[in-house]
């Protein structure tokens, strides 16, 4: 496995990867930081380069997952790596709780620890869902949304692809949320909220228009 990213949240997927005694052949690409440490932790290799990616690909197979945040980034570097033939692959922590029925989850999830997944939920392609989130029935979350730490999100809510949801939010039942939506720590949403929007406080409103996404 290869996890695209060496820093923060990269680590947390190494958590994962270590409880599930899934490390061996494990390395890490960094092409930002290229004067940096080449192992991490003293241990796992940092790839700095295309050329170090393909010769891991051809030793150890394909398989890859965007271990750094921000939606749009992580579609930029999905974009990279496809083009590299990478494998996209879900990382899921064995302490989240998923539902036994009709949950789909496409590649390159990333599910952390304490999760909760009811029945009747698809989570769309390299979604970030942090730890102690809740997501209840018949929801249905878009391509590269990152959900942060202790979110809730109730019955028959959709949210669009490349949104991001603040840790602590809480999205009410029956919603509707855009895509490229940007909802604050501890907001509660209580309406539909088009695209390009970013919502704070209690019960959240609109306050800015985003950039779309190009």
Not at 91 to 120: P, Q, Y
């Amino acid at each position: 496995m290869l996890i695209v990213g060496a820093k923060g949240f990269a680590k947390e997927i190494l958590e994962i990867l270590h409880q599930k005694n899934q490390t061996q052949n494990l390395a890490f690409y960094d092409d930002v930081h290229i004067n940096g440490p080449d192992r991490l932790f003293d241990k796992f290799e940092i790839l700095k380069n295309e050329g170090a990616v393909l010769e891991h690909f051809l030793k150890c197979g394909r398989e890859y997952t965007l271990g750094i945040g921000k939606p749009i980034l992580r579609k930029k570097l999905f974009d990279k790596f496809s083009l590299l033939k990478g494998t996209l692959t879900s990382t899921i922590s064995n302490n989240a709780d998923i539902g036994s029925f009709n949950v789909t989850i496409a590649e390159g999830a990333n599910i952390l620890s304490g999760v909760k997944i009811s029945n009747e939920v698809k989570i769309g392609k390299a979604v970030i869902i942090y730890y102690n989130s809740i997501l209840t029935h018949d929801n249905e979350i878009g391509d590269f949304v990152e959900i942060s730490p202790s979110v809730s999100i109730l019955g028959n809510v959709q949210i669009g692809s490349y949104s991001h949801i603040g840790s602590n939010a809480t999205i009410l039942p029956n919603l509707t949320i855009g895509c490229n939506v940007t909802i604050g720590a501890g907001a509660v949403v209580t309406k539909n909220i088009p695209d390009n929007s970013l919502v704070v406080g209690v019960p959240g409103k609109i306050i800015k228009e985003l950039p779309p996404i190009a």
